[in-house]
């Protein structure tokens, strides 16, 4: 293992030489080389399926990562059940973050409740509320956010890579998963019967908060049902955008 990165402030070079060496690595090797280098790992899981195969091999292998999830407070039943399963399964502790009372009453009062049907401002409003601000509580003080992001998501996370520095945040983000496919997913998911969300089974590849995820047809991308009344093919939550391009509660309202 050549690489050196620890005693270095994460930035560009970092990430790019922790890029290589991760693209070198099975998942497991990954995890135990970022978990190598000192400082705060973070993994947040949506527990969707890929969240799962990581969550699995952290347990397993690398119980020094910390593991959280964000309660957005409009999660499926099925989702809220799966973060206990799956804690017990890997005797690991799920840290829960949620959006602060305050924020959702400010939004609510705003926008209404189920206002993110209303407008894309609104729309990522909410998300601000419900999941980027509880984000940015759950990596305060980290070094790496771990994710289960993967290049065959969506053709906007296509280019996905291993590492790369995330100058909003002052961290570099780690993409385990970047280069495994669905197919790889589920096998290993199978092979190691590792817990996941029933919903995945009815037709929701990718699951977010219940009011915004609906089942796929037949042939249409992994993402399709996130947001799906919106026309953008690029629609994101903000988690994985730059705060300053992804819309919240401006601050007169918070
Ligand atoms: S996914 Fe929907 S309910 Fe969840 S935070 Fe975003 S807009 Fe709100």
Excluded at 158 to 167: K, L, R, S, V, Y
Aim: hydrophobic share 40%.
């Amino acid at each position: 293992m050549t690489l050196n990165i620890s005693g270095l402030t994460p930035g560009i070079e970092a990430a790019s030489s922790l890029d290589a060496e991760l693209a070198r690595l099975d998942l497991a090797g990954r995890l135990k080389l970022v978990a190598s280098l000192g400082g705060r790992a973070v993994f947040t899981t949506s527990l969707g399926i890929e969240d799962q195969v990581i969550t699995a091999a952290i347990g397993t292998h690398c119980p020094q990562i910390e593991v959280a999830t964000l309660e957005t407070g409009m999660l499926f039943k099925e989702t809220v059940d799966l973060i206990g399963e799956t804690e017990a399964r890997y005797g690991i502790e799920i840290q829960r973050f949620h959006p602060e009372v305050a924020d959702v009453e400010t939004y609510i009062a705003q926008y209404g409740k189920f206002g993110f049907y209303e407008s894309v401002e609104a729309r990522h409003a909410c998300c601000g509320v419900r999941k980027v601000k509880p984000l940015a509580r759950a990596l305060e003080g980290a070094s790496f956010w771990i994710t289960g992001l993967r290049r065959g998501q969506s053709g906007n996370r296509a280019t996905t890579p291993f590492a790369e520095f995330d100058a909003e945040r002052g961290l570099i983000k780690i993409n385990p998963l970047a280069d495994w496919d669905i197919d790889q997913i589920r096998a290993h998911v199978k092979a190691d019967a590792i817990p996941y969300n029933p919903l995945h089974d009815k037709g929701y590849p990718s699951i977010g908060c219940e009011p915004c995820t609906r089942a796929i047809r037949p042939g249409e991308p992994e993402r399709a049902g996130r947001w799906w009344w919106e026309n953008d093919e690029k629609r994101e939550c903000g988690l994985h955008v730059p705060e300053a391009a992804a819309p919240s509660l401006n601050s007169s309202s918070l």
